[in-house]
């Protein structure tokens, strides 16, 4: 690598002189390889025809190919596009073969070129631009890997998406695709009245999500702030100030694990919706999802309301079934839950259910902690298709109304879920400030208990709500989850499909802290290896020493035995001196 580098800049050097002079500050384009490839495929409709015009595209080399001293073939890459640049000697301006094949040595894979020429399509009906001059524009000092292949390890990829998406088209394809998602929820929220608006980023309190916060320090202010888990609270505080319809797609951040569908920065969507509930959002959400579906699942020109991910097919045909928590986990279960969850009596209980289904549940084992992990071993594991889990526990929704048929347990609050996963969360928004300090402050209590993602008693939410909040109902989709829904058939595995493949830079150990984990695990293995060769052996018992001394005695007799006979044969069988061995 540092061979091929160093020849790069003696070659770029030599032939311009200086190195700036490899990189020129602009270069006018009048096409985009797309919008070339439209206008000029449809106008060079014949085999062997050019045009008689003259324009300008750039783009990446992809590949080189000579043929002759006088020809040859440039593949350059844009947009997602390729383009061949027809070289010959006959069109290059002045037609000076020293210029014209100095040009074309010092053009490598990887490297950035414009070029000037007319539009052609070529006698085996290749669409191309015949050169009357190529500007050099940037050197790639590093060799890319074969133009047919592609660059499969992850670390590699997510360290370096640069390079990832110079290489893997389909890198490119997956966040061209994301960025059509959060521009249809654009679209789509404008044309139902919806304002988009922007929240800080960083708070005095983390509130609006359960969820562990990061933490900063602002240095004017000497206090130490917390990075945003969701902008709930501000949100809602703008419906108060009389803005009925708000929304925001923004960055969050929560200080938790990293695995397959988890990222600490995410892209978080949150609307709030004044004088609508949760039955509203439901419907709202459902009409939402499948005009998603048919806006960018489409295949031949057909939306596709069916797709295969994590190996299943999931269905987005409405109506989407609605699912209710407490029964439906009643009738998995095979139990009959508490009317009140708030006990220390439904603690138990669920507690000992937990440890007889060998549920996975960390502590601490708050009420809310345990019917999470409960609910997502017995029913969030049938919801492949979209799925909403309806009216959740009192306990573990203290921004959500109380029900109205059964306001002491429950809520008006839905999860939907998509191949087992939650993809957006919502409810009919609590709008009592006094109901809110209760529930902000049996949050308190969790958090006492070691429950470090409860949430904190936000004062001055509670002191805007006091001014009044009408019926509204809230809601709230990660981005990157349905990024990975429909961008699937893109991703290197797409039977495992990971967060990572839609982020553009992903949460990642740092390069050198990763090497020296790995370091210090090979380290380790070594020390354990050698303390386990270096370690005594086992202090034997009179009985164990004086069976294996025995053993040893019978071996060396049965060796001198063996040597001595292997001996008395030789002797006999020796020739006599003088006399030659037979060979």
Request: glycine share 6%; hydrophobic share 35%; charged share 30%.
């Amino acid at each position: 690598m540092e061979e091929y580098y160093n020849a790069r800049l003696e070659e770029i050097t030599n032939h311009f002189g200086s190195i700036k002079g490899a990189y020129p500050h602009k270069f006018k384009v009048s096409h985009r390889l797309p919008e070339y490839n439209a206008e000029f495929g449809a106008k060079l409709t014949e085999n062997d025809t050019t045009l008689d015009e003259f324009v300008s595209v750039a783009g990446r080399v992809n590949s080189v190919r000579a043929s002759g001293a006088k020809m040859r073939f440039i593949d350059i890459q844009g947009d997602g596009e390729k383009l061949q640049v027809f070289s010959r000697l006959q069109d290059w301006e002045g037609e000076n073969l020293e210029e014209y094949t100095k040009l074309h040595k010092l053009v490598h894979r990887g490297d950035i070129i414009g070029v000037i020429g007319k539009p052609t399509r070529t006698k085996k009906g290749q669409l191309s631009i015949l050169p009357k001059k190529i500007v050099y524009l940037t050197t790639c000092f590093h060799m890319l890997p074969a133009s047919h292949q592609k660059i499969e390890q992850q670390e590699t990829r997510y360290r370096q998406r640069y390079l990832d998406l110079i290489v893997n088209p389909d890198a490119r394809i997956t966040f061209v695709k994301r960025a059509q998602i959060v521009s249809f929820f654009r679209r789509f929220m404008d044309s139902h009245g919806f304002l988009e608006v922007e929240t800080p980023m960083m708070n005095m309190i983390p509130g609006g999500a359960t969820a562990r916060p990061f933490i900063t320090h602002h240095n004017d202010l000497n206090r130490d702030l917390y990075m945003r888990v969701a902008p709930e609270l501000y949100l809602k505080t703008l419906i108060m100030g009389g803005l009925d319809r708000v929304y925001e797609i923004g960055r969050v951040f929560r200080n938790e694990g990293i695995d397959l569908t988890h990222n600490p920065e995410f892209t978080l969507f949150e609307f709030y919706w004044a004088y609508a509930d949760y039955n509203d959002l439901m419907d709202f959400t459902e009409r939402m999802i499948v005009e998603l579906i048919k806006t960018v699942n489409v295949k031949d020109g057909q939306p596709q309301m069916k797709l295969t991910y994590g190996g299943r097919e999931i269905d987005f045909t409405p109506p989407y079934k609605r699912v209710k928590m407490i029964p439906t986990l009643e009738e998995k279960l095979g139990v009959k839950l508490p009317e009140n969850l708030e006990t220390e009596e439904a603690q138990k209980m669920l507690f000992e259910l937990v440890k007889k289904h060998n549920v996975d549940c960390p502590p601490p084992h708050t009420v809310a902690r345990l019917l999470d992990h409960l609910v997502g071993d017995f029913i969030e594991v049938d919801c492949v298709n979209p799925t909403f889990i309806i009216d959740h526990p009192k306990i573990m929704s203290p921004l959500a109304k109380w029900h109205r048929d059964e306001p002491e347990r429950l809520t008006e609050r839905f999860e939907l879920f998509i191949n087992t996963k939650e993809v957006c969360n919502a409810y009919t928004e609590l709008n009592c400030h006094i109901v809110q300090r209760q529930m902000f402050e049996g949050q308190a209590g969790a958090r006492a208990a070691g429950d470090l993602e409860a949430q904190h008693v936000d004062e001055e939410y509670i002191k805007a709500m006091s001014y009044g909040l009408p019926p509204t109902a809230g809601w709230g989709l990660g981005i990157d989850r349905i990024t990975m829904l429909l961008t699937a058939q893109h991703q290197p595995n797409p039977d495992t499909p990971n967060i990572k493949e839609v982020i553009l830079f992903p949460a990642m150990k740092p390069d050198d802290i990763a090497k020296a984990d790995a370091g210090a695990k090979a380290m380790l293995e070594d020390k354990e290896e050698g303390a386990a060769a270096a370690k005594p052996p086992p202090k034997e018992s009179n009985n164990q020493r004086k069976k294996r001394e025995k053993a040893e005695r019978a071996a060396r007799e049965k060796a001198a035995a063996e040597k001595a006979a292997a001996e008395k044969a030789a002797g006999e069988g020796a020739p006599a001196e003088g006399e030659k061995k037979a060979e």
